[in-house]
């Protein structure tokens, strides 16, 4: 496959969220995420509504950008609207999401996430077989609703890695 241009990689993913303040002290005392800046208020004239693709008179509270370990930045934003339902969509719902983050330890980095707030989605799961073959992983939902999913990965690699020479990403 031929893309144009150098892809360089994953440089953020934006979440909005009801909270810019909260979601932050989340992921900084959940995860030890390290803010780096924040804006805001900025209204939302016609021209940025078009570029963001949100209704045009909404407002910008707030944006804050995070770094978390060795992944992408992670980009906070807090819009005021009269649109929409605050409620972020579940897994099985279109526009459904979740941050993933590569851990050693998924029991460790749980208890940190609930004791900033989080709660659990179910219980740790070990893969058998397949091509997720040895993955560890657990999903939790934030004080907010939005998903993160812990994910360890043994140091030979996962079941389909063994077997060839694709590898995924590993921060």
Same mark, same amino acid.
């Given at each position: 496959?031929?893309?144009?241009?150098?892809?360089?990689?994953?440089?953020? +993913? &934006?979440? +909005?969220v009801?909270?810019?303040?909260?979601?932050?002290? !989340?992921? +900084?005392? &959940?995860?030890?995420?390290?803010? @780096?800046?924040?804006? &805001?208020?900025?209204?939302?004239?016609?021209?940025?509504?078009?570029?963001?693709?949100?209704?045009?008179?909404?407002?910008? +509270?707030?944006?804050?950008?995070?770094?978390?370990?060795?992944? =992408?930045?992670?980009?906070?934003?807090? !819009?005021?609207?009269?649109?929409?339902? =605050?409620?972020?969509? %579940?897994?099985?719902?279109?526009?459904? *999401?979740?941050?993933?983050?590569?851990?050693d330890?998924?029991?460790?980095?749980?208890?940190? @996430?609930?004791?900033?707030?989080?709660? %659990?989605?179910?219980?740790?799961?070990?893969?058998?077989? /397949?091509?997720?073959?040895?993955?560890?992983? *657990?999903?939790? $939902?934030? =004080?907010?609703?939005?998903?993160?999913? @812990?994910?360890?990965?043994?140091?030979? /690699?996962?079941? !389909?890695? %063994?077997?060839?020479?694709? %590898?995924?990403? $590993?921060?």
């Open positions: 496959m031929s893309v144009t241009g150098k892809i360089r990689g994953l440089q953020h +993913v &934006g979440l +909005v009801p909270d810019v303040s909260a979601a932050t002290e !989340f992921f +900084v005392s &959940g995860l030890g995420a390290e803010p @780096l800046f924040s804006v &805001g208020p900025i209204e939302v004239d016609d021209e940025r509504a078009e570029r963001y693709d949100v209704k045009p008179g909404c407002t910008l +509270v707030s944006l804050a950008m995070l770094r978390i370990a060795d992944g =992408p930045n992670l980009e906070l934003i807090q !819009f005021e609207t009269d649109t929409g339902d =605050p409620t972020p969509p %579940r897994n099985d719902q279109a526009g459904g *999401h979740h941050l993933a983050f590569q851990v330890d998924i029991d460790e980095t749980a208890r940190q @996430l609930l004791k900033a707030g989080a709660s %659990r989605c179910g219980t740790p799961a070990n893969v058998q077989g /397949g091509p997720f073959d040895g993955l560890g992983w *657990h999903y939790l $939902r934030t =004080p907010w609703g939005s998903y993160v999913e @812990l994910v360890a990965i043994p140091d030979d /690699g996962i079941g !389909f890695e %063994r077997g060839g020479s694709q %590898r995924l990403f $590993r921060p």
